[in-house]
């Protein structure tokens, strides 16, 4: 009993931080079946992420450092989108003012809301990491995934031997996270793996609602191929080795922060005592 309880509050914590997600998702079905005024249907949607994003940090479900963060993740995932609309991968057939070199705006934030998604989870459940490689290894390697993603298509895919590598690298990794006043813990590349596959799902669900086009799916939808798992585990890796860096740096900034200001007590009660 105890256990499903623990369940139910991992889902209950999980949900409140896709929360982004879910509105992206939501949008893409309403606006589909919905007759839309004024403008195409990826400027509302446009519209509706801008407005999203500005309710979440003015509520305060998000902070403007994890803004900032969110902001990053948009940029890197524009840049993936021209390129890979660019190259014929997949294709945005919908008309639209907000469409830049066949890639509307709001696509960038479809990417963005993975980084909502671990911001919110990493505080919701007190996330921490155990034996976390070296930021040089940690660095190299995400830069080499993502250009990974730009490269294949001139030179040969090494994604199984950068996915191996992620193994080799986190081998002796752990990501811990606390529910219910409990701490449990779960080896980082198996929680890589379990993130790619339900974007794998959601991604499927995009497509489903038009959200993009891949070359096979221009006559009528069809599930996304299974090996796309891959892409996105690579990219869940990308997007939490960001994010796990730019948390451990702002940790080791509170903690020298918070040092400096005991110190500064400590002189003023000598200066005191004296």
Not at 48 to 55: A, G, N, P, V
Not at 126 to 151: D, M, Q
Not at 195 to 217: H, K, M, V
Not at 218 to 238: C, D, F, N, P, R
Request: proline residues 3%.
């Amino acid at each position: 009993m105890n256990a499903l309880k623990q369940l139910i509050l991992f889902g209950w914590e999980q949900a409140l931080s896709c929360l982004f997600p879910v509105v992206i998702f939501a949008s893409l079905a309403l606006t589909q079946v919905l007759p839309l005024p004024l403008l195409a249907r990826y400027d509302w949607l446009l519209i509706i992420c801008l407005l999203m994003q500005w309710w979440m940090v003015r509520s305060g479900l998000e902070t403007r450092d994890e803004l900032k963060v969110i902001t990053l993740f948009h940029i890197i995932g524009l840049a993936l989108e021209l390129f890979k609309v660019y190259m014929g991968s997949w294709s945005y057939p919908e008309e639209g003012y907000s469409k830049i070199f066949g890639v509307p705006l709001y696509s960038g934030f479809m990417y963005a809301s993975v980084a909502s998604y671990l911001c919110q989870a990493w505080r919701r459940l007190k996330v921490n990491l155990v034996g976390w490689p070296p930021f040089r290894a940690v660095l190299s390697l995400a830069s080499a995934i993502y250009l990974n993603f730009f490269t294949h298509h001139f030179w040969i895919d090494v994604r199984w031997w950068l996915s191996a590598l992620v193994i080799i690298v986190f081998w002796q990794s752990w990501v811990t996270y606390e529910i219910g006043g409990r701490r449990y813990r779960m080896p980082i590349a198996f929680s890589f793996v379990l993130i790619g596959f339900f974007i794998w799902i959601a991604e499927n669900i995009a497509t489903f609602f038009g959200a993009w086009e891949y070359p096979n799916q221009t006559e009528a939808w069809s599930l996304v191929h299974l090996g796309k798992v891959s892409s996105w585990l690579l990219l869940v890796i990308v997007s939490f080795l960001i994010v796990a860096t730019l948390k451990q740096v702002k940790g080791r900034s509170a903690v020298r922060e918070n040092l400096l200001l005991q110190g500064n007590i400590i002189k003023k009660i000598k200066r005191l005592t004296l």
